[in-house]
């Protein structure tokens, strides 16, 4: 089993920013690729951002130049560095990771951003 715990989701001000953190643990012998992807109300969930684990990332256009996604293998860590948010970010965002070919999730962390 692979679990991936999220934290550092929030509140925050429209312009600000927001570290976002994935520790995965259990059975990651293979872990390969990690990433991010975030769900708005009453929309599917859409992809953010994956990096594997020689740290090729991919990003949605639409979140190229203000996510920032990166990875630390030895702590089993992704993160995702949001800058300039806006209210359109708010969302649950949740950590994923593809071990031997299986996929998992983590239980997702809110991110509101709102005066």
Do not use: H
């Amino acid at each position: 089993q692979v679990q991936l715990v999220e934290s550092g989701g929030g509140l925050v001000q429209p312009g600000g920013s927001l570290r976002l953190s994935c520790a995965a643990s259990g059975s990651i012998f293979r872990l390969n690729a990690m990433g991010w992807y975030r769900q708005a109300p009453g929309k599917q969930r859409e992809l953010v951002a994956t990096i594997l684990s020689g740290g090729f990332t991919n990003y949605a256009d639409s979140m190229k130049g203000r996510f920032t996604i990166s990875r630390d293998n030895a702590k089993n860590t992704v993160y995702l560095q949001m800058e300039n948010l806006k209210p359109e970010d708010t969302a649950v965002y949740y950590c994923n990771a593809i071990v031997a070919g299986s996929y998992y999730w983590g239980q997702g962390t809110q991110v509101t951003v709102s005066s």
